[in-house]
Each structure stands twice: as structure tokens, then as C-alpha cells.
Nanobody, 125 residues
Framework: QVQLVESGGGSVQTGGSLRLSCAASEMFYNRRCMGWFRQAPGKEREGVALIRTDGGFTFYVNSVKGRFTISQDNVKKMVYLQMDNLKPEDTAMYYC??????????????????WGQGTQVTVSS
């Protein structure tokens, strides 16, 4: 059974930092594309960053480049999203997602097959 469990959300002020974590089922983790997405109320789900678990290739959307860092720990089967210099517009529910490694070319939600339950990030001004 595929399981993705996010943690680490919370409330911070503008300029603050948070680190999100995603724990993946061990059998599921190898040779996958792991991504972080976010969805604010009334808006579509937006891809934020992705990483290939077999080699660490990463991709970021422009709005988070230089502020967010996606990383992995292959021993622990964890994927992280370090978020620095947070802005109010980063406020959203953040989701961890996974798909087959062949889809790790674009961060389109439609390409991702498995999803976690989400963790809320709130940034106040």
C-alpha cells in the first residue's frame, strides 16, 4: 500500500522558514519522482518542486526559486521541502506527491499518481 505522510506545516511571519517532511512507504520509494504541490483556497493546485529519487535531479517553479529547496534522504525514505524567506502568497495546503520516474519532466499535478493528506502552511504579514 502506497503511503505518503506530510508533516512540518505551521504558521510563521513573513521572512520566516519552515521545513516540510514527506515519509514514503519503503517499497514505493525507489526510482520515483517526488513532488511538492500547494493549493490555496479558491485556487488550482500548483506544483512547487520535484526531485528524482534515483539521482537527485530537481526542478522548481519560478516563484520559489532561491527560497525553497527540495531534498531527499534515501536511507530514511524521506523527502523534504525547506522553505525560507516565506511570503504571505506562500500560504496554502502543501501536498507531497509521487509518480513514476518517467514523468519527472514537468511538475504537472495530472502526472502524479499518489498523494499525501496535506499540511497547512500559513504566512502572516
Amino acid at each position: 500500500q502506497v503511503q505518503l505522510v506530510e508533516s512540518g506545516g505551521g504558521s510563521v511571519q513573513t521572512g520566516g522558514s519552515l521545513r516540510l517532511s514527506c515519509a514514503a512507504s519503503e517499497m514505493f520509494y525507489n526510482r520515483r519522482c517526488m513532488g511538492w504541490f500547494r493549493q490555496a483556497p479558491g485556487k488550482e493546485r500548483e506544483g512547487v518542486a520535484l526531485i528524482r529519487t534515483d539521482g537527485g535531479f530537481t526542478f522548481y517553479v519560478n516563484s520559489v526559486k532561491g527560497r525553497f529547496t527540495i531534498s531527499q534522504d534515501n536511507v530514511k525514505k524521506m523527502v523534504y521541502l525547506q522553505m525560507d524567506n516565506l511570503k504571505p502568497e506562500d500560504t496554502a495546503m502543501y501536498y507531497c506527491a509521487a509518480t513514476d520516474i518517467g514523468y519527472c519532466t514537468s511538475i504537472s499535478a495530472s502526472n502524479f499518481l499518489y498523494w499525501g493528506q496535506g499540511t497547512q502552511v500559513t504566512v502572516s504579514s
